[in-house]
């Protein structure tokens, strides 16, 4: 079981990453999202901040489909992020080394050349 601070500890420990002011998590490299809190909207209330579930990039649609349909426990989506390659993963339902290997690839897709290539 993970958690956000999990998901810091992650982000933080790769290069280049900078984390942006939020009432939970959101990393960037090279100016680009790579993984944050899911902003929930329900509608007719505010939106609320969900520490518990982090998004992913994950690059295109055929990556996101497979993490949808193999592993539908861990992994879902909401109709705002249609069309883009964003998951959402509950946090309290995937293992640290695992949510370790998705933030990876989720960095190495947003990363520069210059900071990816030593560690792919």
Known sequence: MATDDDVRRIALALPGVEEI???????????KGFVWSYPERVPGRR?????????????DEAEKQALLLGEPELFFTHPTYD??????????RVGP????????????MRAPAELADPLV
């Open 21 to 31: 002011p939020s009432e939970g998590f959101d990393f960037r490299v090279g100016n």
């Open 83 to 92: 069309g883009l390659p964003l998951v959402m993963v509950w946090l309290d």
């Open 97 to 108: 080394e695992r949510l370790e290997e998705l933030i990876l690839d989720a960095w190495r």
């Open 47 to 59: 939106r609320e901040i969900r520490t518990d579930v982090a998004v992913l990039y994950v690059g």
